[in-house]
Nanobody, 125 residues
Framework: QLQLVESGGGLVQPGGSLRLSCTAS????????IGWFRQAPGKEREGLLC????????IYADSVKGRFSFSRDRAANMVYLQMTNLKPEDTAVYYC??????????????????WGQGTQVTVSS
């Protein structure tokens, strides 16, 4: 079964940090484009970063640029979202997604074929 599973969410105080993990089963994440998204209550899902498999380009949304970063462990077939200087407005369910190797970096949800179930991040004092 092909699936993505996120983990690492939780409650964190403003200014704190979290690292979210996303692991794939049934396929090799290294061969796919990667996206991280989030959805806050009452809002549409928002693209945070995307990583192109073909060009290696990584693009960050303005809302997280300088605070969030992408990394991966190729051997473990995992990708990560490191989040620092978290703010209450970062509270959301966070998702990783994978798209075809040909996908250039974008935040169009329909371009991503596999999605994780999401992990909740709550930033509050």
């Amino acid at each position: 079964q092909l699936q993505l599973v996120e983990s690492g969410g939780g409650l964190v105080q403003p200014g704190g940090s979290l690292r979210l993990s996303c692991t794939a089963s049934g396929f090799n994440l290294n061969n796919y484009a990667i996206g991280w998204f989030r959805q806050a209550p009452g809002k549409e899902r928002e693209g945070l970063l995307c990583v192109s498999r073909s060009s290696g380009t990584t693009i960050y949304a303005d809302s997280v640029k300088g605070r969030f970063s992408f990394s991966r462990d190729r051997a473990a077939n995992m990708v990560y979202l490191q989040m620092t200087n978290l703010k209450p407005e970062d509270t959301a369910v966070y998702y990783c997604a994978s798209g075809p190797a040909s996908l250039e970096c974008d935040f169009t949800e329909a371009h991503y074929h596999y999605w994780g179930q999401g992990t909740q991040v709550t930033v509050s004092s």
